[in-house]
């Protein structure tokens, strides 16, 4: 089936080249996408971190290929600024599809002070003094006190997708699919965080996605 759809590809902090190629291989052949674009979301490591900075980026790649909206396709820190974009320019949004990053580790509170500043928004931990690297971390992991001000805007279909033992995910999933307005969520069976190293899975949950949206 064709969706013909463009499709923008918003990895996360440690998601790899050779990882975002083999999602975009499949996702242009077997779903027979338009066209895939992976524009660079990257930010600087010694700078502050402004996420409004790799959305304008993407914004400026969709304008620089001559189209007007695309299906954001996001993990981590790529959630993130698919959801800013749908945040604060949802007419070039045509459906978000989103997967949570939380790591177990970060979920046990390792002091008072983690767990003060694991509930606090990236930006006000930001302001409070902590290194760019830490801030980043907290944005990759898409935390409800992160992502709930901009889900709440957010006037497009959008789909989060978690893995059925995917522990560490599935609270925060089913939370961001709750507070973003025309959010489902999607349960994949049978398997953990290792969904995503799936290309052909990848593909085969955004074509079901848009087909259920025409």
């Known amino acids: 089936m064709s969706i013909g759809h463009t499709v923008v590809l918003l990895p996360g902090m440690h998601d790899t080249s050779t990882q975002t190629t083999a999602v ?3 996702l242009a052949n077997v779903a027979d996408v338009a066209q895939v674009l992976t524009p660079d979301i990257k930010v600087s490591r010694s700078k502050p971190v402004i996420l409004e900075d790799p959305a304008q980026r993407v914004l400026g790649a969709l ?10 396709i996001g993990h981590g820190w790529g959630s993130m600024v698919a959801l800013e974009i749908a945040a604060t320019r949802g007419e070039r949004v045509t459906a978000l599809m989103l997967s949570t990053n939380a790591r177990l580790e970060t979920i046990v509170l390792r002091s008072l002070y983690y767990g003060v500043l694991n509930l606090l928004p990236a930006t006000v931990v930001q302001r409070l003094g902590a290194r760019p690297p830490d801030v980043l971390n907290l944005f990759d992991q898409v935390r409800p006190a992160d992502f709930r001000p901009l889900a709440e805007r957010i006037r497009v279909p959008a ?12 609270g925060p999933s089913a939370t961001l699919a709750k507070f973003l307005p025309l959010g489902n969520l999607r349960v994949v069976p049978r398997t953990g965080a290792g969904w995503r190293a799936q290309p052909e899975v990848v593909a085969q949950l955004l074509v079901e996605f848009l087909s259920s949206m025409s």
């Open 24 to 26: 975009k291989t499949p």
């Open 63 to 72: 304008s620089a290929a001559g189209i007007d909206r695309a299906v954001l």
């Open 159 to 170: 789909l989060v997708v978690v893995g059925e033992q995917d522990v560490a995910n599935r």
